[in-house]
Each structure stands twice: as structure tokens, then as C-alpha cells.
């Protein structure tokens, strides 16, 4: 509840405890039976063993959803096992969809939906699904550090009894608010529902995964976690993959990932420019591209002259693009240099990629000039290091 009454939730709020006449200023309510109006959804907090007579008493009510933040289901072993059936029985039973359990919760920021009492979490276009609270908790503080990003939604899956994966990407996919989907997996219920709706979401927009479970003790704590079925790790990475998924190796990665793909211009194609200002970084570029089944583009020789009439003699003007310092002392060059790529036909998207040390920040301003807003290509470029923030 301090969630939705920090965040000046606009809907009916109904408390239910026997015990109490007002909970943060707002009416009790002895029982889901005592309840007024017309409640849509119902979170609840109490121990697992009382959720299957709740969940038929929401079904008795006309509640459609529940959210269950309880553990003590099927990541428990057999008994829990059985306990989650006869809860998914009764809600079926009743026309009661599930979230959870054994979820965190779940929040809308747009619609000011916050059942998690998370403060001070920016509203944006980030979309996040994670089957670990303390991971999006994390995400939360990374992004209150930065100040830049926001989210959409969450949703914590939880054991998955009855909404999946696959059901919240497809929604995070249809989310107008949504414009990136992150996601910390550890199993799937159906991989193959997940794939096929991936297939669908990231035709419009981006997917990130972090996947746990890439040995066998991670595994087994994921199975102990959600009671997930993680599978082999290194055949669900190709596979996401294959379904346009960026898959990321370690969790600090999820944001940025996140972000920087939010921001980028959908590319035309798989023929990219590189602008570099050091052969080495322009190396590796080549490579990582290539890895992600991207090629260079081959420059026309308009676009090469046209370079070499504003670079110094020893750049290197044949994809990769080396400025080999050409830029450092007229920052303006290095957008000039992206102006004229991104101007080539033959090039879909442009890549820039090196440590400008000192002159980062002229860099950077001189990327926000009139003359870059209108180009079509999309650019990748690194930030400073931690003491220039």
C-alpha cells in the first residue's frame, strides 16, 4: 500500500485486515466479502498455506487477478508442488489469473501502479521483467545513480504458475510506454512459447537478457529460487539469438544495454562505418561486429576524397575510418566525419568507437549540432571514465 499511496495511485485502494479500522489513512476491511464496489485485482500478502481459500474467495467476489507475493510453492519441493496446484485449481475454478507466486510484484509507473514500495523510481520507457526482486532493486539504485533512465513496468514472474515470460514480453512488447524490454531469466516454463513471441516483440522493438544458470550451481540455485527449469545455458543463448534477443554476459550490463538501445535509431541494414581515433579500438570494433553478423560497409570514393580533404594525411580514410588525431583540436571534425559517412549510400549505420580522453566532452557537444539531428544513421560511442562524471 505505501506504494500506491505515495504515488497518488487515482483507483480504489480496499485493505483487508481483520485486526484494523485504517491502514496509511484509508478504510479497512474485514474480509474480501466486506468489500465495496467493484476491486479488479487483489495483492496478497498472507502465508502460503491461506492463498488457495483467498484465491476462491477473489474468484467469489468477481476479482480477475491476484498477485502473490508468498513463497513456499513449487521451489520448495513436492509438498509446495502440491499446494500450487490446488491453488491454480481454485483459480481456474473461478476465472482468477495469477502473478506469482513467489513474485516480488509487480509496478505501472505511467498508471502509478506501485506494489513494490520502491521510492523515487523515475517513470520512462524501460520495461523490466525479472525473476529476482533484489535484481530489480538493483536496476532501481543504478538508475536513481544516473538519473537518465526510467521504467515502464515490472513484473516479477515468480514461479510462473499461470502468466509467463512469454505473456508479460508480449505485453511489454504492445506497451505503448515501452520502448525497451529487460529481462533477468532464470528458466522458462515454455522456451518455446518464449521464442516464438521474442521473434514477434523484437521485430518492433529491443529485447535484453540477462540469463543465470550458466553452470551447473547456478542452475541448481535457480531451481531452488523460482523452481525454474534452466536447461543447457549455452544452447538458450544461441537460441534467444536467434530470436533477435541481445543476450548480455553479466548483470551490470543490463541498463546500459538497455538505455543505449532505446535511444538508437532503428538501422537500414547490416553495413556499418567505423570512425575511430586509434587503429586499435577500430580493430577490435571490426571484430565484435563481425561476431554480431554485421559487415563494413565499402566507402565510395566520393565519401573517401571527401574525407581526406578534411583529415590529416596520415588518417586512414578505408572502413574503419582512423582520424589519427585529426579531430583534437576541431572536435566539430569527428561530426563532419559522421555527417559525411552516414551520407554514403552504401553505409546503413555508423559506429563510433574510442577513448577521447580529454577531449571527450568537446566530442560529445560537437555531436549535438543542427547538422547531426536530421541524419538517419545511428551511433555507439563510449563514455568517459567514472572520475570524469
Not at 489513512?25 to 481459500?53: D, E, F, M, R
Not at 516454463?189 to 518492433?204: H, N, P
Not at 561486429?289 to 590529416?312: K, V, Y
Not at 574503419?320 to 572536435?331: I, K, L
Request: hydrophobic letters at 40%; charged letters at 20%; proline letters at 5%.
Amino acid at each position: 500500500m505505501v506504494g500506491l499511496v505515495k504515488d497518488g495511485y487515482k483507483g480504489d485502494i480496499y485493505p483487508v485486515n481483520p485486526k484494523a479500522d485504517m491502514i496509511l489513512g484509508v478504510k479497512a476491511w474485514p474480509s474480501v466479502t466486506a468489500i465495496p464496489g467493484n476491486p479488479q485485482l487483489a495483492l496478497i500478502c498472507t502465508p502460503a498455506a491461506t492463498v488457495p481459500a483467498l484465491i476462491a474467495e477473489c474468484g467469489r467476489r468477481g476479482i480477475k487477478g491476484a498477485v502473490i507475493l508468498a513463497s513456499g510453492f513449487a521451489e520448495i519441493g513436492d509438498e509446495g508442488a502440491a499446494l500450487e496446484r490446488e491453488m491454480m485449481a481454485r483459480a481456474e475454478a473461478h476465472g482468477v489469473r495469477i502473478i506469482g507466486p513467489n513474485t516480488s510484484g509487480v509496478f505501472n509507473l505511467h498508471h502509478r501502479i506501485n506494489l513494490l514500495a520502491l521510492d523515487n523510481v523515475k517513470a520512462g520507457d524501460v520495461g523490466i521483467i525479472s525473476q529476482s526482486g533484489n535484481m530489480l532493486l538493483s536496476l532501481a539504485l543504478e538508475a536513481q545513480h544516473n538519473g537518465q533512465v526510467g521504467f515502464s513496468t515490472y513484473v516479477g514472474p515468480g514461479n510462473q504458475s499461470d502468466i509467463g515470460f512469454n505473456d508479460y514480453l508480449r505485453y511489454l512488447g504492445e506497451d505503448e510506454n515501452t520502448r525497451v524490454a529487460a529481462l533477468y531469466v532464470e528458466g522458462f516454463r515454455d522456451g518455446s512459447k518464449f521464442l516464438q513471441v521474442a521473434r514477434d516483440v523484437t521485430a518492433m522493438k529491443p529485447v535484453v537478457v540477462y540469463k543465470s544458470g550458466s553452470t551447473e550451481q547456478g542452475q541448481k540455485a535457480a531451481s531452488s529460487h523460482t523452481g525454474a527449469l534452466a536447461g543447457s545455458y549455452a544452447m538458450t543463448v544461441d537460441l534467444l539469438r536467434q530470436a533477435g534477443v541481445s543476450v548480455v554476459q553479466y548483470s551490470d550490463e543490463i541498463l546500459p544495454v538497455a538505455e543505449g538501445l532505446g535511444l538508437l535509431q532503428k538501422a537500414r541494414g547490416k553495413r556499418v562505418a567505423v570512425i575511430s581515433d586509434g587503429g586499435g579500438q577500430a580493430t577490435i570494433a571490426s571484430d565484435r561486429l563481425a561476431e554480431a553478423g554485421l559487415e563494413l560497409a565499402e566507402l565510395s570514393d566520393t565519401t573517401r576524397q571527401r574525407l581526406r580533404d578534411i583529415l590529416i594525411p596520415q588518417a586512414s580514410t578505408v572502413n574503419p575510418v582512423d582520424v589519427a588525431g585529426s579531430t583534437d583540436a576541431h572536435p566539430s571534425l569527428l561530426a563532419t566525419c559522421m555527417e559525411i559517412v552516414a551520407e554514403d549510400d552504401n553505409v546503413d549505420s555508423v559506429f563510433l568507437v574510442g577513448m577521447f580522453g580529454g577531449y571527450s566532452i568537446r566530442f560529445a557537444e560537437s555531436l549535438l549540432g543542427d547538422e547531426m539531428r536530421g541524419a538517419e544513421a545511428w551511433w555507439i560511442f563510449p563514455r568517459p571514465p567514472p572520475s570524469r562524471w
